[in-house]
C-alpha cells in the first residue's frame, strides 16, 4: 500500500512539473554555419563564449571577419562594485556587484543582426571588516560566477539572432537596366 501511495505521489509530481511548462535547459542550437568572436583570447568573456560554441557543436568559429555568416563584436564591459549601505559605525556592510556587458552582432557585410545591446547582471553581497579575506575570495567567485551567467546570456542572444537569408538580401536589391543594383 505504501509503495502504491509513494507512485502515486511521484506520478502527480511529474504531471505538476510536465504541466508548468518545465524543462531541462538543452544545448543552444546557433543559426550561423560560421562565427567570428571579435575579442582577446585572454578575456574571460571572449574565451568562454568560444568555448561555449565550440561546445554547442551548431557554429563554427572562424579566424576573420571575412569568412564568418556573422561577427560578435563586444564594444564595452564594465565590472563595477557599488556599495549599498554602511553599518552605524561607518563601515561597509553590503555591496552590489554589477557587471554591464555590451555588444553587437553583425553580418559579413557589416549589417546589424543584433543592433548594439547590453547584459546586465549584478548580485549582491554582504560585507564585514573582521572578515577581509574571505569577502574578498567570495567577491572572486561571485564575479567568476558572473562571467559565466554573462556566457550563457550572450550565448541564448546569439541563438535567437536570425542570419540574413538570400530572398531577404534580394527584397533590398532592385533592378535596373540589366543590371542588379543592391540598396
Do not use: H
Request: one cysteine or more; aromatic letters at 8%; proline letters at 4%.
Amino acid at each position: 500500500m505504501r509503495r502504491v501511495l509513494i507512485q502515486v505521489a511521484l506520478l502527480a509530481w511529474l504531471a505538476v512539473l510536465a504541466g508548468c511548462g518545465f524543462q531541462l535547459r538543452g544545448a543552444y542550437t546557433l543559426p550561423y554555419e560560421t562565427i567570428y568572436v571579435s575579442g582577446a583570447d585572454y578575456n574571460l568573456i571572449v574565451a568562454g563564449l568560444k568555448r561555449a560554441i565550440r561546445g554547442s557543436g551548431s557554429a563554427r568559429i572562424v579566424d576573420t571577419a571575412a569568412e564568418a555568416q556573422a561577427t560578435f563584436l563586444p564594444t564595452n564591459e564594465i565590472r563595477q562594485p557599488t556599495i549599498l549601505s554602511f553599518s552605524s559605525a561607518g563601515r561597509v556592510r553590503e555591496k552590489r556587484l554589477t557587471y554591464v556587458y555590451a555588444y553587437r552582432i553583425v553580418d559579413n557585410k557589416g549589417r546589424d543582426l543584433v543592433p548594439p545591446s547590453s547584459v546586465q547582471l549584478y548580485r549582491d553581497i554582504s560585507y564585514a571588516d573582521s572578515d577581509v579575506l574571505a569577502k574578498t575570495q567570495e567577491e572572486d567567485l561571485l564575479w567568476r560566477d558572473l562571467a559565466k551567467d554573462l556566457v550563457q546570456q550572450l550565448l541564448r542572444r546569439i541563438a535567437t539572432a536570425k542570419p540574413v537569408t538570400p530572398e531577404e538580401e534580394w527584397a533590398t536589391c532592385s533592378c535596373a537596366a540589366n543590371s542588379l543594383r543592391c540598396t
